[in-house]
């Protein structure tokens, strides 16, 4: 990180640690959410398809607030795009108050929406924001680092939901549920939802403390800038420039691909885990506590990595190793399948930041439209679960693990063509010597 060239430019240090803890902030919200989908499917007794409705309304809500966000930031600055998504967060967390008390799937379906909306304003700003703290030369490299904050979150949302959501859930079956009076069964789930509700009030807290710590913080000329050049939007030039980009176009294609095996892998995993070998949801839970470890550790190990190994090569190695591990997974549920679903978590690990930074290569002005696209790209997270949820109804939880395998199989050729790309340009320059 030292060096002629710097890794973050002079005065952005503490927005840059400021935009970590955002990081952080996300990934505890996106995996305490993950095993709703088997709350849900057990304290309202509905199907794996069903409950999935919980990723749809999460990560619908990603795609649905990201352009939005991109007018924000090209209209305002960055700092405004990240209040703004911080105070919707806030919002749509502290709504699993009234939900809990309300005691319908609905209700939690909107607190999610919100929540999600804020945080998908929140990312599309903080992201482009840490490429630009410094040189475009290690701008994947950085974007890796803020990003390697993100498994610290997701293993906080794990554990939060390990030691406050699972256990507190009834081992009552939906039979048994089926045969309780109302009364009965009211008191059950109010306890349960009193569960679910806590840990997201609590966190509203944390990000209502985030809001007022970057809103009292002066942002450095280069965000406040963004104004002044932003004066008029050509939206649909901006787009037919970046549907026409090959290398952009196909990133935002494999990073619907990636989110979509990362929320079909992680969301999946305690079904899986009961299917192979039994135990209750708060035992399977600690298979995902040890995936979302894997994915901090090897977060960093693919920094340093990077400093010696192409991004887009790494990428492509990772990702084929994905396809292969969930496949064994779907042909040998037991021990080695469940331990094959937690590597799974190193070979995410590089995957978001990665294809992030090497779509917006070269994109100049319209890198704020482009973070835009990729984070709608999100929208994978909430098409395929809901496509793993009716494989699994159908065919077992060890089979349903064939859908992330698929998705790896995209981002392994988004590496690939990354590589061809890379090596066509290098001849190029060398015929021009």
């Known amino acids: ?80 795009g990240l209040l703004t998504g911080l105070g919707m967060a806030t919002l749509g967390a502290f709504l699993f108050y009234p939900a809990s008390i309300a005691m319908t799937y609905g209700f939690f379906l909107v607190a999610l929406f919100c929540l999600a909306g804020g945080l998908s304003i929140l990312e599309t700003s903080a992201n482009p924001f840490v490429i630009s703290m410094g040189p475009e030369a290690n701008a994947t490299r950085r974007l890796n680092l803020a990003q390697a904050f993100n498994p610290v979150g997701t293993n906080i949302g794990v554990l939060l939901s390990a030691t406050l959501i699972l256990p507190h859930l009834n081992p009552a079956t939906d039979a048994e549920r089926a045969a309780m009076a109302p009364e009965a069964l009211d008191k059950i789930r109010h306890s349960e939802l009193s569960a679910v509700m806590g840990p997201y009030v609590g966190f509203a807290v944390v990000l209502l403390v985030i809001w007022v710590l970057i809103a009292f913080k002066k ?45 079909c892998t992680w969301t999946f995993t305690i079904q899986y885990v009961i299917g192979a070998i039994g135990g209750t949801e708060a035992q399977a839970g600690w298979y995902l506590q040890a995936s979302l470890m894997v994915f901090l550790v090897a977060r960093f190990v693919m920094v340093g990595a990077m400093a010696f190994i192409r991004p887009s090569g790494l990428l492509t190695l990772m990702a084929g190793l994905g396809v292969a591990l969930c496949f064994f997974a779907a042909g040998n549920p037991g021990m080695a399948g469940i331990w094959a679903v937690v590597a799974l978590s190193a070979c995410l690990s590089l995957m978001f930041p990665t294809i992030y930074g090497i779509a917006l290569e070269g994109l100049g002005e319209d890198t704020k439209f482009g973070a835009a696209g990729l984070v709608m790209a999100i929208a994978g997270g909430a098409v395929m679960p809901m496509i793993h949820g009716a494989v699994l109804d159908a065919y077992g939880p060890a089979v349903a693990y064939v859908v992330p395998g698929l998705c790896f199989g995209v981002v392994t050729l988004y590496g690939l063509f990354d590589l061809r790309a890379g090596r066509r340009a290098h001849a190029r320059a060398d015929a021009m010597r």
Not at 30 to 51: C, E, G, K
Not at 57 to 69: N, V
Not at 229 to 246: Q, S
């Open 219 to 263: 942002m450095p000329a280069r965000d406040e800038a963004v104004a002044h050049d932003a004066a008029e939007v050509h939206f649909a030039a901006t787009l037919k420039r970046l549907l026409k980009n090959r290398h952009y176009a196909f990133g935002v294609l494999a990073q619907f691909f990636n989110v979509a095996a990362q929320t």
């Open 1 to 80: 990180m030292t060096g002629k060239t710097p890794f973050v430019e002079r005065g952005m240090w503490l927005p840059f640690v400021l935009l970590v803890t955002c990081f952080a902030a996300w990934g505890v919200a996106a995996n305490m959410t993950d095993p709703l989908v088997q709350v849900f499917s057990r304290i309202f007794s509905m199907s794996t398809l069903q409950a999935s409705l919980v990723q749809f309304a999460y990560y619908g809500a990603y795609f649905l607030l990201a352009l939005p966000a991109a007018f924000i930031n090209r209209r305002f600055t960055y700092k405004t």
